[in-house]
Each structure stands twice: as structure tokens, then as C-alpha cells.
């Protein structure tokens, strides 16, 4: 399994992307940076799987249906979190931010253009051969953390997080997770910030960790927020010198 991070900052600026990975040709998880970074490939996109309703997480979704709206010939499925699909619906393709793509025919099939499908905090589902497990994440609003598995092997990606025992359990106790998509998006030094926004700092991530009892994960950390980037880094040398820092274009390869 190859996982492509279309996005993996925790801002934007420049030509920074916020949060998207994609798991195959029509899967992603999170909508953070889809346009720019698939440009005509945003067509074979069929289903959003999303974390939370934070803006940065779902920021695309609207430009996706607008842009591949007449080609479509299967809707845009959007699956996730209750309170995460009726954010996405009450604030945003409610018709004043934005169509409500979900009550307009597709000209090609007569389906809805988007359908929306609810996941349940501890919740399964098998999506074209891949296992999808969610449990949830600690977070200021309802998220879920994924574990993505095909063929005996995956990755857990918590999505944005603070603290929390359930990540730790699920990795020590199934030894397909081969690796572990964590954030961090703050420097130490912003902890008071971090705490109440519920995020990571390399500490916290540091302390965190030594909860891991395995040694065969692969480590990684992603939603550094832009005007901290070169701090993050720096600490993150020090701290967590082992723990590889995602960038916007880059491949994991689940093995």
C-alpha cells in the first residue's frame, strides 16, 4: 500500500497544503489540499473519508463537486463523523456558503451528486478491498482516527490529537499497523496554546511515545502550522530525531 500525502501542514501559506492523504486512486482521507495537488486526477476521486470539521480538513470538498460535477457518473461520497457530515452540511453546502450538492441530480446517471455516510466512533467498514477501522480521537471537536488496512497490513493516522491511550492500544496490541501518521503543531514553548487547541508539541509527542512497546513502526508527523515550521523542526531534531516529518508531495509505502 502506497499512502500519498497531498497535503500535511497544519496552515496555509505560500504553497503550503493542509491536510490530505490519498489511499488510491479514489480515496482520500481528509480534504485539505485535493485541487492543486491532483489537478485533473480530482476526477477519479469517488470518496472523502474526513477526520474532523475543522476548515483545513475539509476546505476542498466544495471545489471538488464543483469542478468534476458534470463528469460524474457515481457521487462524491463523504463519510464520517455525525457531528463532522452535519457541520459540513449545516455551514457550508447549505446553499448560502455554498449549492447543497446532495438535493442536485448528476446529469449523467440521475444519482445524487453527493451522498454522505456515517461512521460511528468505534465503527468498521470494508471501501473497494481496504479494511477501514475508526475509534476516537482527543480532539477540541468529535474526530476520528482511521486504521487503514489491505491485505493484512496498514497504518494508523490519528488525525489532529492531543493525548490519548486509545492510539497506544490499538498499535501495541495489532501488529499489522506497520506505521503510526501522528501530528505535531506547535513548538514546546506554545504548550498553553497546544493544550487548549489540542494538539502536540514535540514533548508532549515525546512523552507520548513512550507508550509505543514496539519497535517496528514506522514513525511519522505531519500539521505543522507554517509559522512555526523551522522551530518544529529544529526541536524535533533534538527530541524526536527517529520521527520523519512529512512534507506535501511525499510517499509512504506500507510494508
Known amino acids: 500500500m502506497v499512502v500519498k500525502i497531498l497535503g500535511s501542514y497544519g ?18 482521507i481528509d480534504a485539505g489540499n485535493i485541487m492543486r495537488s491532483l489537478g485533473e486526477d480530482c476526477l477519479k476521486i469517488n ?34 463523523h455525525r457531528e463532522t457530515l452535519d457541520a ?25 451528486a453527493v451522498v454522505y455516510r456515517e461512521l460511528r466512533e468505534r465503527d468498521s467498514m470494508e471501501l473497494n478491498g481496504f479494511e477501514i477501522e475508526v475509534f476516537p480521537s482527543n480532539h477540541t471537536v468529535p474526530t476520528l482516527s482511521y486504521i487503514i488496512k489491505k491485505d493484512g497490513k496498514g497504518f494508523l493516522f490519528t488525525g489532529d490529537t492531543y493525548k490519548n491511550p486509545l492510539i497506544w492500544e490499538k498499535l501495541n496490541g495489532d501488529r499489522e499497523i506497520k506505521a503510526l501518521i501522528t501530528e505535531v503543531s506547535f513548538p514546546s514553548y ?3 496554546l497546544a493544550e487548549v487547541s489540542k494538539h502536540h508539541t514535540p514533548k508532549t509527542l515525546k512523552g507520548e511515545l513512550e507508550n509505543l512497546n514496539r519497535t517496528d513502526v514506522d514513525l511519522y508527523v505531519m500539521h505543522l502550522k507554517p509559522n512555526s515550521l523551522e522551530e518544529i523542526k529544529e526541536e ?10 512529512l512534507s506535501d508531495g511525499d510517499e509512504i509505502i506500507i510494508n
Not at 11 to 28: A, M, P
Not at 236 to 245: A, S
Open 190 to 192: 506554545m504548550h498553553n
Open 236 to 245: 524535533m531534531k533534538d527530541l524526536l530525531p527517529y520521527v520523519k516529518i
Open 88 to 112: 459540513v452540511k449545516d455551514y457550508v453546502m447549505n446553499w448560502n456558503i455554498w449549492p447543497e450538492f446532495s438535493s442536485i441530480r448528476l446529469i449523467n446517471s440521475g444519482d445524487f
Open 47 to 80: 470518496h472523502v473519508l474526513l477526520t474532523h470539521a475543522h476548515l483545513d480538513h475539509i476546505v476542498d470538498i466544495p471545489f471538488l463537486i464543483d469542478y468534476t460535477y458534470k463528469y460524474r457518473e457515481q457521487p462524491l461520497e463523504i463519510i464520517g
Open 11 to 28: 496552515g496555509r501559506y505560500r504553497d503550503f497544503g493542509t491536510t490530505c492523504l490519498q489511499i488510491s486512486e479514489d480515496i482520500i
